[in-house]
């Protein structure tokens, strides 16, 4: 029997979707994978962006489905190998269909990814409510791979970096306003794949001040202040809780930071002894939020603040890319790009925020009313989107109106609106 979840009851109201990526006044018309995804700041809740099709949309799918591959062939999101072009050096992303070699029990896995990243997003709520109580350089570009984690049993996208030429691989989050890794000695650590950090071994290390600046900086990163603590009582200590039981704690450290073939001296970043939660066998997690401490701002010197970054398609090579830089461009040739205008808001500066203008279902509109103030947060680190219990409702309605015609199913974990798709392609 095959069974699909779409939608969720809960007041978070998460769901997710194997349709395209559609989104009115919206970013890139192309299927992707998750994560990419959004939510209604006003209530500090997610947003979806992909729409399904209706019952009477299916066989206009599926033959748009057919073309796209006889399109696509072998081509991927960007080019499958790293390169360098007008001074980016580009780094594949990779999707956990075609490129990736293991099978996974999804029904044995998906649950307790649900469950993490119900966690993480009460996180992110918690940090924003604490929140809410530029000279431009002539940037140079590099471009990296970003690959799915789905081989370190992680539902995120992640990058390789290098700290002190120790290879270390990470999530890639933008909702998150600080890097950190695994750090020996440890006095909890999860299972990583591959060796922990060890800052004694290296000669570039150094432990940051509890009384600097940079220390200070930690309440708007992540939402706590930093203390003293770590190796002597005058070190910086950090801590960052992403749910119930999920959390990083260490000590604030400078690095030489390298990532595609480019060296950035004196990164700031979290070295943690003291770490739990279900972040997969990944060495840690890349913050590319708009904090003081993120990768974006110690990096603005060199690539002006700008990124962006392409998500592998579920056909052909299935790679990607994260582009810090303007050369943006690299991705025109391979498929159609829309622009829309980030919204200002001084209360959750640290977050990137769109303007929602509209969603559809199949081909018909959503009322506007339940939409609020219209602002969505872009959170990469989110593998579950979510919508505002009003949005929610409306939606829904529409959702099960055109999926009448098929039988629904049990819900699973989170999800609550489930169909029994045995006998449907």
């Not at 370190?152 to 999530?171: A, D, E, P, R």
């Not at 509890?210 to 992540?222: E, G, V």
């Not at 979510?386 to 999926?403: D, G, H, I, M, N």
Request: hydrophobic content about 35%.
């Amino acid at each position: 029997m095959s069974t699909s979840c779409y939608l969720n009851k809960d007041e978070s109201a998460p769901w997710i979707t194997p349709s395209k990526f559609f989104f009115i006044l919206t970013m890139v018309k192309a299927t992707t994978m998750l994560p990419f995804f959004l939510f209604l700041v006003s209530h500090y809740l997610i947003i979806i962006e992909n729409v399904v099709h209706s019952f009477e949309e299916k066989k206009v799918f599926n033959v748009q489905m057919w073309q796209k591959k006889q399109q696509l062939g072998t081509r991927s999101c960007i080019l499958p190998v790293s390169r360098q072009e007008k001074g980016a050096v580009i780094l594949e992303m990779k999707d956990r269909g075609h490129c990736s070699k293991n099978k996974i029990d999804w029904n044995k896995r998906l649950r307790k990814h649900i469950i993490l990243d119900d966690l993480l997003v009460l996180s992110m709520q918690n940090r924003i409510r604490k929140v809410v109580s530029s000279h431009i350089l002539e940037a140079s570009e590099t471009q990296v791979p970003l690959t799915s984690g789905i081989n370190l049993q992680t539902l995120n996208y992640i990058v390789n970096i290098g700290l002190s030429s120790k290879n270390m691989t990470v999530i890639f989050d933008t909702g998150s306003g600080l890097t950190w890794v695994q750090c020996e000695p440890c006095m909890s650590c999860y299972n990583q794949q591959g060796p922990i950090f060890k800052p004694s071994t290296s000669s570039s290390y150094q432990s940051i001040l509890c009384n600097s600046t940079t220390c200070q900086s930690l309440q708007s990163a992540t939402g706590n202040t930093g203390t003293c603590g770590g190796s002597n009582s005058s070190t910086c200590n950090y801590v960052v809780n992403y749910g119930e039981g999920s959390y990083t704690n260490g000590e604030l450290g400078l690095e030489h930071l390298t990532f595609g073939g480019i060296s950035v001296s004196s990164f700031v970043f979290g070295c943690g002894g003291n770490n739990k939660g279900l972040f997969g066998g990944v060495s840690g997690l890349m913050g590319l939020g708009r904090s003081y401490l993120s990768m974006i701002s110690q990096t603005s010197a060199t690539f002006g603040g700008v990124f962006s970054y392409c998500l592998p398609t579920m056909e052909g090579g299935a790679s990607g890319s994260l582009v810090m830089g303007n050369e943006s461009s690299v991705f025109k040739n391979v498929t159609p790009i829309a622009y829309t205008n980030m919204v200002p808001n001084p209360q959750l500066s640290n977050f990137y925020i769109l303007n929602l203008t509209g969603i559809d279902v199949g081909v018909v509109a959503l009322q506007t009313l339940s939409f609020g103030n219209g602002e969505i947060l872009i959170d990469s680190g989110t593998v579950i989107s979510r919508l505002a219990p009003s949005v929610y409702k409306a939606l829904k309605a529409e959702f099960l109106k055109q999926f009448s015609g098929f039988p629904l199913a049990m819900g699973f974990s989170l999800l609550d609106t489930c169909f029994n798709l045995t006998g449907h392609e």
